[in-house]
């Protein structure tokens, strides 16, 4: 008896996962082709400065000596290094001496001249370096350490974002890796990107500028193997309950 009502919850499980269009395991459905929508990676990229950025910004009197940036008595008055100068969010950041300058929507190198600019007001040859700190890729899905990959240049490759992800899981799809991105009007689009296939990738389709998400998706067995794990867990419970009783009564017999 109890081995028919496992074989029809089972199969009343595979009916269930395979009758609806969409899963509620798989992330970013939709009932749009967005994979249509192509994605252009110029290769003079820079990162575009925003809201709620941190930047270091190191300030020189005469490029060949110590930088100016820390605190202490004759120096600029802030640390601006260690944790970064926060840009606010009406896009500002308040330097010592130029006071507010407004950075969002600049490069960094276009906000280093800009600030070049104002401290030219205060210092004979001031040299001004800016980098933003907060810079990340987002890797999440089937891959061994999800979680932010933080980039020291403007832009990284898939494999190298998966490789600090510590590569996919056994349960990965390979030939469907979504790459979540903005485009220059901030409109979000989706790009597919097929490992397995190495005439079908491209190098514009492989590179990662900062914010964008990838996306490893599960295979089919392992949202099943999850389903039927979250389907079967009241029968193992009241299993693992009966038990003690069926032995006492096949002892007493």
Same mark, same amino acid.
């Given at each position: ?7 029809? +919850? ?10 609806? @269009? ?6 970013? !459905?939709?009932?749009?082709? /967005? ?11 820079e /990162?575009?400065?925003?809201?709620? @950025?941190?930047?270091k910004? +190191? ?7 110590? +930088? ?5 008595a ?6 601006? !290094?260690n ?9 500002y950041? &308040?330097? #010592?001496?130029?006071?507010r300058? %407004? ?8 906000? =280093?001249?800009?600030i *070049?600019? %104002?401290?030219? $007001?205060?210092? $004979?040859?001031?040299?001004?370096y ?10 999440i ?6 979680? #932010?990959?933080?980039?020291d240049?403007?832009k990284?490759?898939l494999?190298?974002?998966l490789?600090?992800?510590? @590569?996919?899981?056994?349960?990965a ?7 979540? &991105? $903005?485009? &220059? ?16 990738? +491209? ?11 990838? /996306? ?7 949202? /099943?193997?999850v389903? =039927?794990?979250n389907? *079967?867990? #009241?029968?193992?419970?009241i299993?693992?309950?009966? &038990? #003690?009783?069926?032995?006492i009564?096949?002892?007493? @017999?």
């Open positions: 008896m109890l081995k028919n009502v496992i074989i029809f +919850s089972l199969s009343l499980l595979f009916f269930l996962t395979g009758c609806g @269009d969409k899963s509620n395991y798989v992330l970013l !459905q939709s009932d749009k082709n /967005y994979l249509n929508e192509k994605l252009t990676v110029h290769q003079s990229y /990162y575009v400065i925003s809201p709620q @950025d941190r930047l910004i +190191s300030i020189y009197r005469n490029p060949e000596f110590t +930088s100016e940036t820390a605190t202490g004759g120096q600029l008055g802030q640390n601006m !290094q944790n970064g100068v926060l840009v606010d969010t009406l896009g950041i &308040s330097l #010592p001496l130029v006071n300058i %407004k950075v969002a929507g600049l490069t960094q190198t276009q906000t =280093s001249e800009l *070049t600019k %104002k401290y030219k $007001r205060y210092l $004979r040859i001031p040299t001004v800016v980098e933003v700190l907060n810079k990340r890729v987002y890797v899905g089937e891959v061994r350490k999800p979680g #932010p990959v933080k980039l240049r403007e990284i490759t494999l190298e974002a490789a600090f992800t510590g @590569d996919l899981t056994d349960a799809i390979r030939d469907n890796i979504l790459i979540l &991105s $903005r485009n &220059s009007q901030n409109k979000l689009y989706i790009r597919s990107v097929d490992l397995t296939n190495f005439d079908h990738m +491209s190098m514009a389709n492989m590179m990662l500028k900062p914010n964008d998400i990838v /996306y490893v998706q599960p295979n089919g067995w392992k949202e /099943y193997k389903a =039927s794990d389907f *079967t867990a #009241p029968f193992r419970t299993a693992e309950i009966a &038990s #003690p009783f069926v032995q009564s096949f002892l007493r @017999d």
